[in-house]
């Protein structure tokens, strides 16, 4: 329970909609408990959860892909418990817009970091692939990132 | 020397092992660019961090809750697995930072850009709030508000704070708490939400360069705070 909150903060990301974002976190506390038996007692349960929700979010974006419905609203920023500040507001947006630029592979590796607080050996664990390659995804996530932002970062 | 940008961006995260560590600090120092990158890295992150920390704070739809609360008792215990992974030293600055930059986002929204180091030590009012206020149970509307306590180099306790008259980091010696990086407060400064960003990243950054290990959680934070912080 404790978990939600942030589970939810990643699958925002990840889904890049919060509305999507809760679809996802729905879907991955459904399968959670559907597959509690599953988790070893001992590891981290944060991890085993995120790695559930990637590979839901995968198998899910796969099956939009497949029916050709990629199309994502432009406008839809990040609608939750927003401050209300026009700049503020302009300001969300354009992080929500440059996130969605990134490749998935670099953005996930941007998010479980720079948000989640992983280290690299966790993220990578999490993604399943060797430290070297989340580091290399990060790094180009984060200029591409930059790169949109401009030099107001 | 060469340091490839995956190595300055492990470096900036805090990932880099001996002695390589301590050979890209050395690189960073006597080179101004390699310095603005390491820079950039870390507000872009305290930048993200304050994007995403609104969903943190707010409620959980039913939705979300409804199906855990329904199975809970027969649930994995999370309470315990929590336990588990504060017992086992895990608890990650960014899990704690996330709140505790929504919780000062209001504040440093009009946090000035730049910062000065007095050697001077916390007023009365500061040092009330320093020694009694605990993270998790402190007033929403507390005049200084504690953002997070961990330990520094010298094993002694600080705590990152925000408040009217100043915002920063004081850490407890022998005299008081000593004010390491302070910032005008709320009264004072222009509202500038772009300056408000670069001024959360610089204290967070200056926490992580002063702290060594995770911030304590609440449970570690009353325990020093029964030790008279020492």
Known sequence: MALLPRLRRFAAGLARDPADGDDLCQATVMRALEKRELWQPGTRLDSWMYRMMRNIW????????????????????????????????????????????LPDEQREAVLLVMVEGYSYKEAAA????PVGTLNSRLVRGRDALLAWLGDGV | MSVTREELAAFADGELGEPRRSEVEAAVAAEPAMMDEVERHRTLKARLALHFAPILDSPLPQRLTAPLSATASKVVDFGAAKQRRAARGV????????P???????????????????GGYAGP????????????????????????SFRNRGGRFCRAFAGQAQSGIACKDDQ????????????????DYRMASSSAAAIMARAQDVAVGPALDATEEEAARGRDWR
Do not use: M, Y
Request: with cysteine.
């Open chain 1, 58 to 101: 995968i198998d899910d974006s796969r099956a939009r892909t497949r029916r050709a419905e990629t199309f994502v609203g432009e406008e839809a920023g990040l609608s939750v418990a927003r401050g209300g500040g026009q700049e503020e507001a302009v300001t969300l947006g354009v992080i929500d817009r440059g996130l969605r630029t």
């Open chain 1, 126 to 129: 999490i993604v399943g692939c």
């Open chain 2, 91 to 98: 608890a990650r600055w960014g899990w704690i930072l996330g």
């Open chain 2, 100 to 118: 505790a930059l929504a919780a000062s986002l209001a504040l440093a929204v009009f946090l000035p850009h730049g910062s000065q180091a007095p």
């Open chain 2, 125 to 148: 009012q500061l040092t009330a709030a320093l020694d009694d206020q605990l993270v998790a149970t402190q007033a929403s509307n507390a005049p200084t508000r504690i953002l997070l």
């Open chain 2, 176 to 191: 008081g708490w000593r004010l390491r990086v302070t910032e005008a407060g709320a009264a004072t400064a222009p509202k």
